[in-house]
């Protein structure tokens, strides 16, 4: 376990992925812990080095008594983190300690995303209320209402692993950081935030509904850009796709004006070196602007995108292809798949799911040339 100590706190902090790869600060909202961001761990692995800290309060983090602030919160993630400059998304309270972030360390932080939070919220006498029952009663005085906060529904999707988390956290700790929410008023901050944002919320989060807290941030952090994600508070948890294509879109580099060249790094990455290396040996004068068609739309444009990952694109094509009977393409995409990360397992339950919806013959034929595939990789 990764501990730093922050003005005396210790502070718990989860490190993974590449060094090589820029480097993502996850900060999680009030009342969870790290385990919040795990619906999009194996997406953003693919792009970044994460960091995950429990705040101070909160998860294996120390939860000293006494009243905390949102600088102080702040303090504790820049002392989790050891590069010069990152990227940052926070959501709830993690939003909050994120614009704190970004206008007082602009310097370090590339780009922000502010989700289902609120540069002040509309009544600071809840916390108080919160903080007060938690210290004298226990978490499990104020769970109900705070779930109904957090989802939509209560058996929404994470809510038990949720509910478990919050029951947990120390008391302590979090009227601690109660007491940081109902004294923050980042209002008169928004103006000088000069880091590219995003802005994430929706008018379904009870909480932070988009009117009177996302659109504040939006219209008053300069150029702020917007994202609506249908949820309630918890909308990576609800809404984990669009979450999480939000964030990749927006935390990504801009796709290249010419994307042939990014195209070319996919096609070798899902269809391996001699296949590509074959291809652009056999490339004519006459199929010369085929080619780039294919590797900068096909591979550059779509394979590329953040959405889905390769691994669930190739299933697609080995579907589809099954279906068109474009059987060329469907024995190179399970010859290569099977070199690579695809599993004979998977590529069974596609072919069934094409038995039944394109038709026993496609997969008949499927099955045929894919086992015939199998057996020369097992060779």
Same mark, same amino acid.
Not at 103 to 118: D, G, K, Q, W
Not at 143 to 154: D, G
């Given at each position: ?30 009342? !969870? ?287 589809? !292809? ?58």
């Amino acid at each position: 376990m990764a501990f730093c100590i922050s003005r005396g706190c210790r502070i718990y902090y989860r490190l993974e992925g590449s060094p090589d790869k820029p480097l993502l600060v996850l900060a999680h909202a009030l009342g !969870t812990d790290h385990g919040l961001w795990e619906p999009q761990m194996s997406a953003l692995l693919r792009y970044f080095q994460v960091l995950r800290p429990d705040l101070r309060g909160h998860g294996a983090s120390d939860a000293p008594a006494g009243d905390y602030t949102i600088a102080q919160l702040a303090e504790d993630v820049l002392a989790t983190v050891s590069r010069e400059h990152f990227r940052y998304c926070g959501l709830s309270l993690g939003g909050m300690i994120g614009q704190w972030l970004a206008a007082r360390h602009p310097v370090r932080i590339e780009r922000i995303v502010l989700a289902n939070t609120s540069a002040r919220v509309a009544d600071p006498s809840l916390f108080e209320a919160r903080r007060t029952t938690a210290l004298k009663e226990g978490m499990a005085a104020i769970a109900p209402a705070v779930m109904q906060r957090f989802f939509s529904k209560p058996s929404g999707r994470g809510a038990d692993s949720i509910r478990t988390t919050f029951l947990n956290t120390d008391p302590i700790g979090y009227a601690g950081c109660c007491a940081a929410i109902r004294d923050m008023d980042h209002r008169p901050l928004l103006p000088s935030i000069t880091v590219p944002t995003l802005v994430v919320g929706s008018d379904r989060d009870v909480s932070t509904p988009w009117t009177g807290h996302g659109e504040v941030l939006a219209s008053q952090i300069p150029g702020a850009r917007i994202a609506k994600v249908a949820a309630a508070h918890l909308s990576n948890l609800e809404r984990p796709a669009a979450f999480t294509s939000a964030l990749l879109h927006f935390l990504l580099p801009d796709p290249p004006a010419e994307p042939l060249q990014a195209g070319f790094a996919a096609r070798r990455s899902v269809l391996g070196d001699a296949h590509v290396d074959r291809a652009v040996a056999n490339t004519t004068e006459f199929t010369r602007e085929f080619q780039d068609l294919i590797t900068g739309y096909a591979w550059g444009t779509i394979w590329t995108r953040p959405g889905l990952d390769p691994g669930a694109r190739r299933l697609l094509a080995l579907a589809m !292809t099954a279906s068109l009977g474009r059987w060329e393409e469907f024995r190179l995409h399970v010859r290569t798949g099977l070199a690579a990360e695809l599993e004979t397992e998977d590529l069974k339950e596609v072919l069934l799911q094409v038995a039944i919806y394109a038709g026993v013959p496609a997969a008949n034929s499927a099955f045929q040339i894919a086992a015939e595939e199998v057996e020369k990789a097992v060779v």
